[in-house]
């Protein structure tokens, strides 16, 4: 069983950056693709950013991203402490959501939804004009 915690969400005028963290229990995080979702009011819910549990190189790791936040996000994860940042720059207005951290048991970074196993309560990020 997994319990994933977010944290770092906050209100942000445009153009600003936030970062976010979440919080793994299970000393199996090392074995878990993460990834980062987010919800606006009204719409579905979106993958933002996914990374997978086996690196590529020293604390180097597979990422994939969302077209809509290539270039200004960036997830990174430390096996060693079980924790799941994504670093959000240059934020925009309609980059406001609750963002969700998730964990999936298939090792690998994937951008659907019905494959991540467990799933934080999320932490809301407000981005004003």
């Known amino acids: 069983q997994e319990q994933l915690v977010e944290s770092g969400g906050g209100l942000v005028q445009a153009g600003g950056s936030l970062r976010l963290s979440c919080a793994a229990s299970a000393r199996t995080f090392g074995t878990y693709g993460m990834g980062w979702f987010r919800q606006a009011p009204g719409k579905e819910r979106e993958f933002v950013a996914g990374?997978?549990?086996?690196?590529?190189?020293?604390?180097?790791?597979?990422?994939d991203y969302a077209n809509s936040v290539k270039g200004r996000f960036t997830i990174s994860r430390d096996n060693a402490k079980s924790t799941l940042d994504l670093q959000m720059n240059n934020l925009k207005p309609e980059d406001t959501a609750v963002y969700f951290c998730?964990?999936?048991?298939?090792?690998?970074?994937?951008?659907?939804?019905?494959?991540?196993?467990?799933w934080g309560q999320g932490t809301q990020v407000t981005v004003s004009d």
């Open positions: 990374t997978s549990a086996s690196s590529i190189g020293h604390n180097i790791y597979y990422a």
């Open positions: 998730a964990a999936t048991g298939r090792g690998r970074a994937t951008s659907r939804a019905y494959e991540y196993d467990y």
